[in-house]
């Protein structure tokens, strides 16, 4: 069983910054697959960024070059660095593990 409790959302001008965590409690966080995910108002929700237990990392194709997911083991939480914000960016941002766990959603505002 794992649990996961995101911090990190909120306003930010277009072309800022945020960073999110998701820290991890629970057996087996070091050997699953963690991700971000999104969802905008009205659509569905969207994978943004996938990191493996071995660091290997996959990102939508609309946040490549602008997100970066890593991880700490020791510490139990996963991040993602959001850089260059866009209003399109603007969704509730959940931490995702493989197995089907979720945190509770945290909103990111961009405004234009």
């Known amino acids: 069983q794992v649990q996961l409790v995101e911090s990190g959302g909120g306003l930010v001008q277009a072309g800022g910054s945020l960073r999110l965590s998701c820290a991890a409690s629970g057996s087996g966080f070091k050997i699953i697959p963690m991700g971000w995910y999104r969802q905008a108002p009205g659509k569905l929700r969207e994978l943004v960024a996938l990191?493996?237990?071995?660091?290997?990392?996959d990102y939508a194709d609309s946040v490549k070059g602008r997100f970066t997911i890593s991880r700490d083991n020791a510490k139990n939480t996963v991040y993602l660095q959001m850089n260059s914000l866009k209003p399109e960016d603007t969704a509730v941002y959940y931490c995702?593990?493989?197995?089907?766990?979720w945190g509770q959603g945290t909103q990111i505002t961009v405004s234009s």
């Open positions: 995702y593990a493989v197995g089907g766990f």
């Open positions: 990191i493996k237990s071995d660091g290997n990392t």
